[in-house]
């Protein structure tokens, strides 16, 4: 990626940070386009230019994380077994959020949790979201094709396999909202339920 990627990527990302700050600390209702801009430092023009509403900004968070264990995943090394090489591109995706986000979590987790929750049963957040996912799960189902010799579109299998991460991944994040859990829970929490889609999902022992 060249500097002026880069650097748009950045804007992007900021943007998107400051939306969903701001959204769990005052409701959906409570911020404009202009407060998310004066927050990321920039105009509201330029938040037009990459956003074309609040939701649109606060969901790009979720494709870009996806789309980034895409991408990681295609630079696994060959021989390593494919959920060995889910899982290690979902954790780089989390060290390259921690890297990237522009602001720490606040203190009070559980304040942070109850607006997470307000936020996320937002409409226009939730049409968002699902539009996110669709497209990150077609990134990536290509990525396994390439990786398991398939083909994204005639077979089922990398959309099987996609379509269980992305289920990982909602399924946890949901729990983890639910339960008002620590930033740091959930990264172990994802990589849990991968572990358990990993063993074919065997039942819980009683």
Same mark, same amino acid.
């Given at each position: 990626m060249?500097?002026?990627?880069?650097?748009?990527?950045?804007? $992007?990302?900021?943007?998107?940070?400051?939306?969903?700050?701001?959204?769990?600390?005052?409701? !959906?209702?409570?911020?404009?386009? =202009?407060?998310?801009?004066? =927050?990321?430092?920039?105009?509201?023009? +330029?938040?037009?230019? !990459?956003?074309?509403?609040? /939701?649109?900004?606060?969901?790009?968070r979720?494709?870009?994380?996806?789309?980034?264990? %895409?991408?990681?995943?295609?630079?696994?090394?060959?021989?390593?077994?494919?959920?060995?090489a889910?899982?290690? &591109? #979902?954790?780089?995706?989390f060290? *390259?959020? /921690?890297?990237?986000?522009?602001?720490?979590?606040?203190?009070?987790? *559980?304040?942070?949790?109850?607006?997470? @929750?307000?936020?996320?049963?937002?409409?226009?957040?939730?049409?968002?979201?699902?539009?996110?996912? %669709?497209? &990150? =799960? +077609?990134?990536?189902?290509?990525?396994?094709?390439? @990786?398991?010799?398939?083909?994204?579109?005639?077979?089922? !299998?990398?959309?099987? #396999?996609a379509? /269980?991460?992305?289920?990982?991944? +909602?399924?946890?994040?949901?729990?983890?909202?639910?339960?008002?859990? $620590?930033?740091?829970?959930?990264?172990?929490?994802?990589?849990?339920?991968?572990?358990?889609?990993?063993?074919?999902?065997?039942?819980?022992?009683?």
């Amino acid at each position: 990626m060249g500097l002026r990627e880069r650097k748009k990527q950045a804007t $992007r990302t900021a943007l998107s940070w400051a939306a969903i700050r701001l959204i769990v600390e005052r409701g !959906y209702d409570g911020v404009l386009v =202009e407060d998310i801009a004066t =927050e990321a430092g920039v105009s509201a023009r +330029t938040f037009n230019n !990459y956003f074309s509403s609040k /939701a649109e900004a606060v969901a790009s968070r979720h494709l870009d994380r996806c789309l980034q264990v %895409a991408e990681a995943l295609r630079d696994r090394p060959a021989g390593e077994p494919l959920w060995e090489a889910i899982t290690q &591109a #979902v954790l780089a995706q989390f060290e *390259q959020t /921690a890297q990237v986000t522009a602001a720490p979590l606040p203190r009070d987790t *559980q304040a942070w949790a109850a607006g997470l @929750r307000l936020m996320t049963a937002v409409p226009a957040i939730k049409a968002e979201t699902l539009r996110a996912s %669709a497209d &990150a =799960e +077609t990134a990536l189902a290509a990525a396994v094709a390439a @990786r398991t010799g398939t083909d994204p579109e005639a077979d089922l !299998y990398p959309k099987l #396999v996609a379509a /269980a991460v992305m289920a990982a991944n +909602t399924v946890t994040f949901k729990h983890f909202v639910g339960i008002g859990g $620590r930033p740091a829970e959930l990264r172990a929490m994802l990589i849990g339920a991968l572990d358990q889609l990993a063993a074919g999902l065997p039942e819980p022992p009683r």
